[in-house]
């Protein structure tokens, strides 16, 4: 059983509020994904949960339990870092099975813990290695590893693949994925990437500024973002948001529009404009128009489209797919 609660939960560093009454349900056995821009609080509150901070206000359950006051080692909770933090001097054995041996555990359920774990990692051949002899997700593997032999109650991942390159962050948050689901385990992860928290939540927990602005799957933040944040934050490449007089006959104070939903033609309506760049990338093509009174507009086509940069297109949003915003940033719904 992994359920974590958290009831009115408040951090403060002296007067400065960092996370302000964040209420939350993460459900036994969930990939919940914490994301929002840095400084926006999302780290404080894994380390809340974990019981790295202390929170000034609120309660934290976990299965029920108030666990607001107990040390992290009472939590039943596993933390894999954005550091390694491996032992450079133990092999990757000594690495993943140092916190049973301190435990006291017998050396014999240790290596049987130790070698289970390694062969969900495909990290058997490498048990003898030392930490330097390993890739960057060989380590980071190992440093997973160490945390699944506890067999906790829920993992905790604070931003683990940020020090990897692009193609091997693709890989790992695949093989995060694939462990969770075969484990089962509750799995909360903090990123600042959105596409990893597209790609990998069941529920994705959009914060800023220390406040929860939306909590959903990764569609319904896509589909049906709440506010103009969210509607920002969510989506690669971002959304087009345009106000003034172009909002004005959709009755709204600002409109959204993905660059996919977006007709992009040569002789037919919608908005005129001269495009500015033409990003080929084979499977897609992303074109950023400069249109008169409206600025810079992103359009989403397919990869084998022939526009280039200089020529003078017509962007027609789908009405269907457009967002509606009010004064305040909010939703306009129907």
């Known amino acids: 059983m992994g359920k974590i609660v958290l009831e009115n939960v408040q951090k403060h560093f002296g007067t400065v509020k960092v996370i302000s009454n964040v209420s939350l349900t993460v459900e036994d056995g969930s990939f919940v994904v914490f994301v929002g821009p840095s400084g926006c609080g999302k780290s404080t509150l894994l380390r809340l949960i974990a019981g790295l901070e202390d929170a000034t206000g609120?309660?934290?359950l976990i299965d029920g339990a108030d666990v607001t006051d107990l040390p992290p080692t009472k939590r039943g909770l596993s933390m894999v870092f954005q550091s390694y933090a491996l032992y450079p001097h133990m092999?990757?054995?000594?690495?993943?099975?140092?916190?049973?041996?301190?435990?006291?555990?017998?050396?014999?359920?240790?290596?049987?813990?130790?070698?289970?774990?390694?062969?969900?990692?495909?990290?058997?051949?490498?048990?003898?290695?030392?930490?330097?002899?390993?890739?960057?997700?060989?380590?980071?593997?190992?440093?997973?590893?160490?945390?699944?032999?506890?067999?906790?109650?829920?993992f905790l991942f604070d931003e683990p693949l940020s020090n990897l390159d692009a193609a091997l962050r693709v890989n790992m948050r695949i093989e995060i994925a694939r462990l969770q689901r075969s484990l089962g385990t509750t799995a909360?992860?903090?990123?600042?990437?959105?596409?990893?928290?597209m790609t990998m939540a069941d529920k994705i927990v959009v914060l800023n500024a220390g406040s929860v602005e939306q909590v959903g799957s990764p569609l319904e933040l896509y589909d049906r973002p709440a506010n103009l944040f969210v509607a920002g934050f969510i989506g690669s490449p971002k959304m087009n948001l345009i106000g003034g007089a172009t909002a004005e006959p959709y009755q709204a104070a600002t409109i959204g529009i993905r660059p996919?939903?977006?007709?992009?033609?040569?002789?037919?309506?919608?908005?005129?404009?001269?495009i500015s760049v033409a990003e080929h990338l084979g499977s897609d093509t992303f074109l950023y128009v400069e249109v008169p009174g409206v600025g810079l507009v992103t359009a989403r086509t397919p990869g084998e489209v022939s526009f280039h940069a200089g020529e003078r297109v017509m962007l027609q949003p789908d009405p269907a797919r457009l967002h509606r915003f009010d004064k305040q940033g909010q939703a306009i719904r129907g």
């Open 91 to 154: 092999s990757v054995r000594g690495n993943i099975g140092f916190g049973l041996k301190m435990a006291g555990m017998p050396k014999d359920e240790i290596r049987k813990k130790v070698d289970a774990a390694a062969a969900t990692l495909n990290l058997t051949p490498y048990l003898d290695r030392k930490p330097r002899m390993l890739s960057g997700g060989q380590r980071q593997r190992v440093a997973i590893g160490r945390a699944i032999v506890r067999e906790p109650k829920g």
């Open 260 to 274: 996919e939903h977006l007709i992009v033609s040569r002789d037919g309506g919608g908005w005129a404009g001269t």
């Open 188 to 197: 909360i992860y903090v990123t600042h990437d959105q596409v990893e928290a």
């Open 58 to 60: 609120g309660r934290i």
